[in-house]
């Protein structure tokens, strides 16, 4: 069986810095034959926003039609999650952001109904990657984020010792990744680390 990552890149700018930072990482994964990738962009997804209608509690379910019908299998299959956003005023876009709140329907399943989001011989074997990219040079500018994305892992099962993370500030017009001395470098170590870890696992 193929290791399944499933890649969502969340900026508004196609083929900005971010997206390029998550073009980098799942392109050295892909390398691997035996990894299968599949790359989803928020902006065309069709992903609404959260009701919070508290919903999903009772039906297990969001009572949205739209492109989460689509994700919503593949984000439970997938063995590695990708999380790509740039950071806007200091917390993940909103289009990220709108995915991480449709979420709420896995938290409903693990936290209010008791019921399992993966198989439990599947349980610890997941792994999560956040990317992201900001224009200003703070040395905080994405502590605003990172609690979100732990959101976003912590309902699906990845924990906090299985997120791997590569946030490059700095870079705030569109291509300006391209002219940073190490994020390629780090992009495609980050890529085959994880995929060496995700591999050990399965295999375990």
Known sequence: MPVKVLAFAGSPRRHGNSETLLDWVIDAMAQDPEVDVEKVVLVEANVNF????????????????????????????ADVIILAAPIFCMGVCAQAKALIDR???????????????????????RLGIFLSTAGQNWDNVFDGAVPSVKCFFHVIEVKDKDIYYLMVNNVDEKGAILSHPTAKRDAERLAREVI???????AG
């Open 50 to 77: 959260c009701r919070g209608c508290n919903a999903c509690e009772k039906l297990n379910r969001c009572v949205q039609r739209d492109g989460m019908d689509y994700l919503h299998d593949r984000i439970i299959d």
């Open 103 to 125: 979420f709420q329907v896995f938290r409903s399943r693990k936290f209010v109904l008791r019921l399992p989001i993966v198989p439990p011989e599947r349980k610890g074997k």
């Open 196 to 202: 060496a870890e995700v591999k050990a696992r399965l």
